[in-house]
């Protein structure tokens, strides 16, 4: 993970920015969601944004949420902690999720969340997923 220098001049106020935009209620309502989807826990049960990176970091419940949405769109789930792995997982679902209809705009980049960048975006991303699939008929 790169060292980056925060809390100076402007990309201090950007950084404040995100972290000011982060929502604990959306993040509880997609913890629920998530949790009703794949029928399993996120192993962080705490919310907050560093908790929910904790219970995202490594793709394995983003994958089991896309195999939930679209049987099969995840054919192995990596446990590995092995950094490249679990980045690999996150790349997983970003492409089901833009695949299933998920527009680019509302996605997010691995980086976001595997180094907890833009946990909003995290948020938006999964939100609008939430939207998609109960569009397309989908009941959690």
């Given at each position: 993970m790169?060292?980056?220098p ?30 009703r989807?794949?029928g399993?826990?996120l ?30 769109s995840?054919?192995k ?12 997982n ?10 299933y ?17 833009n ?5 938006v ?5 939430r ?10």
């Amino acid at each position: 993970m790169a060292n980056r220098p925060s809390g100076y001049g402007l990309s201090g106020e950007l950084e404040g920015k995100k972290h000011a935009k982060y929502d604990i209620d959306v993040e509880r309502e997609v913890r629920q969601w998530m949790e009703r989807c794949t029928g399993r826990p996120l192993p962080v049960q705490d919310v907050g944004e560093d908790n929910f990176h904790a219970a995202l970091k490594d793709g394995v419940e983003l994958c089991h949420l896309a195999n939930a949405l679209q049987p099969g769109s995840v054919k192995k789930i990596n446990s590995s902690k092995m950094p490249f792995k679990q980045m690999e997982n996150i790349g997983y679902f970003l492409d089901m999720a833009v695949a299933y209809g998920v527009p680019s705009l509302y996605s997010f980049q691995t980086v976001d969340l595997f180094e907890k960048q833009n946990m909003f975006q995290v948020l938006v991303c999964l939100r609008t997923l939430r939207t998609t699939a109960e569009k397309k008929g989908f009941k959690a």
